[in-house]
């Protein structure tokens, strides 16, 4: 079965890229990562656009936060959603929840924020 090298998600034979991160997938699970983590993951947010997951990302991953991006479109249909008005959510592994919803709330309110003021 090939793994993702960035989340560690593993896919079907004949999957060749990950749906999540777009890395491209590799014969063995990554080094270092406990794939028993992945069952205690929690979404911190829902995002509304493929662009919102990666920046949000990176926010959590500077500040030492692994996540995950969970898209909810069916991959090779491109019109078909899962029933949801969002694109996706973004999971943390539970313990990291509250840090991580206190990092996307102040970067919310900074863009929140009236550049005149």
Known sequence: MPWC???????PPEETDCEDCNAVLESAPPQGVDLRDYADMVPVCYLENEIEGPLL???LEESGIHSIIRS?????????ECGTSNWGELLVLEPDLEKATKLLDE???????????
């Open 107 to 117: 970067y919310e309110k900074g863009i929140d924020k009236d550049p005149a003021s």
């Open 57 to 59: 990302q990176d926010i």
């Open 72 to 80: 909810y479109k069916i991959p090779g249909y491109d019109l078909l």
């Open 5 to 11: 090298p960035k989340c560690g998600k593993e896919y």
